[in-house]
């Protein structure tokens, strides 16, 4: 392998072929580079769908009341359903297992001020499981606590809009503000990746509310999110489960569409799944089309090399040289080539991924990577195929008798 006299006739055959060396080696390069190029493009619009599309908890199922469309049990049709506490604890109860966060949810918009500030706002009614739901990212105080909800405490906590708008450049945490005719203390402010509406939001603990409104049991809607490693059919099918429960309990016929609103995340993502394993089965078709092409353009040259270079063959059988020697000095050359090509390829299609970045997001491609495994493999692949298409025509040459290899045109 490391023969210094072998070495010597592997760059002298290639300094005599640059052109051969190149078509063989660009052939390489060029397969490895569009493969990581596509495999990239791929994994950056999964990448860029999952930014754009699941800002919210990606496990989320709102469940919304509405009108009934059916006349069932007695009931007529064109009922207003009202969802209650009770409907709530029969979800936790009934499905606890397999919820991570469950929620009910009373909103309303408020007029709220401070001092001479003022404006309308969406005030939401919750439990303190809301943060995790809506992804509210606190950036001073805390948010809702069990022990608001068992007392009742008159606290809020606004989004960084509402303070930007109601108290100008003072700090917001520790001071009141006046919710609907009553004053409540600010004790946390959040961010929210959703966009301006979801930063104009106050949260107040649901029993607070509750309290105020005397007693009322009402909510506007349930939210929970379901275990995040729980595939998206058992999610849809949970939502389904969930949905039935409710229509028992409120007397909504099983058929009807409007009664009850489901809003299961599950049943996009199990949409947006199939996307991904057609955008991905169609990258890895093209991208292994490549490589394939790669290695028949390998194949194609090492047999026009064996053929050009016949009679040197048969020159080295007439002074002795063993089959393998002969055999091993074509190898080493096409692994050599193979190797240089397939690294500058992957050098080349990293770089380019790294370059454009972000640059592409307005398409929905963001961060396109491949994995260090997957370059490893199709770099291995072009290697060994490589190697086997340099060996069977160098096997094929070697057995030829010398006086026929010196005849050969």
Do not use: H
Not at 29 to 56: A, H, Q, T, V
Not at 76 to 102: A, W
Not at 237 to 245: E, P
Not at 330 to 358: K, M, P
Request: net charge positive; proline share 2%; aromatic share 10%.
């Amino acid at each position: 392998m490391f023969n210094i006299d072998r070495w010597q006739e592997i760059f002298y055959s290639i300094k005599q072929n640059k052109l051969r060396t190149f078509l063989s080696g660009f052939t390489i390069s060029l397969g490895l580079f569009i493969f990581i190029i596509l495999f990239g493009f791929g994994n950056g619009l999964k990448n860029g769908f999952s930014r754009e599309f699941i800002l919210d908890s990606s496990s989320t199922i709102n469940i919304i009341p509405g009108k009934t469309t059916e006349a069932y049990l007695g009931l007529q049709q064109n009922r207003d359903i009202t969802l209650k506490n009770e409907d709530l604890d029969l979800v936790k109860k009934e499905y606890d297992k397999d919820l991570e966060f469950k929620t009910a949810t009373i909103t309303q918009p408020e007029n709220v001020t401070y001092r001479t500030s003022s404006g309308v706002y969406t005030v939401q009614a919750t439990y303190p499981d809301k943060q995790y739901i809506e992804k509210a990212i606190i950036t001073s105080g805390r948010f809702l606590n069990q022990s608001d909800i068992v007392n009742k405490t008159k606290i809020a906590v606004i989004g960084r809009l509402v303070e930007k708008d109601l108290f100008k450049n003072e700090k917001a945490l520790g001071k009141y503000i006046n919710v609907g005719g009553i004053n409540y203390k600010v004790v946390g402010i959040f961010y929210d990746e959703g966009g301006d509406n979801d930063e104009r939001i106050i949260y107040i603990p649901i029993s607070t509310l509750q309290s105020i409104k005397k007693n009322s049991n009402q909510v506007s809607q349930i939210d929970v999110a379901y275990l995040s490693d729980m595939k998206p059919s058992i999610a849809v099918k949970l939502g389904d489960d969930i949905k039935k429960s409710l229509q028992s309990k409120l007397k909504i016929s099983p058929s009807d569409k409007t009664g009850l609103i489901i809003r299961n995340r599950a049943q996009n993502m199990e949409d947006t799944y199939s996307f991904f394993t057609v955008i991905s089965s169609l990258v890895m078709f093209i991208g292994f089309g490549t490589i394939m092409a790669g290695i028949i353009g390998i194949s194609n040259i090492m047999v026009y090399i064996v053929k050009e270079r016949t009679k040197e063959i048969g020159i080295r059988k007439a002074l002795g040289a063993r089959p393998f020697s002969i055999v091993w000095l074509i190898l080493q050359e096409s692994i050599f080539i193979t190797v240089i090509s397939g690294i500058s390829g992957v050098i080349l299609g990293s770089l380019a991924l790294y370059l454009i970045g972000n640059n592409l997001s307005t398409y929905l491609i963001v961060d396109p990577s491949v994995s260090k495994e997957l370059i490893f493999f199709a770099t291995v692949s072009l290697i060994t195929f490589g190697t086997v298409a340099g060996f069977i025509p160098a096997r094929k040459a070697a057995k030829i008798k010398p006086i026929e290899a010196l005849r050969s045109d």
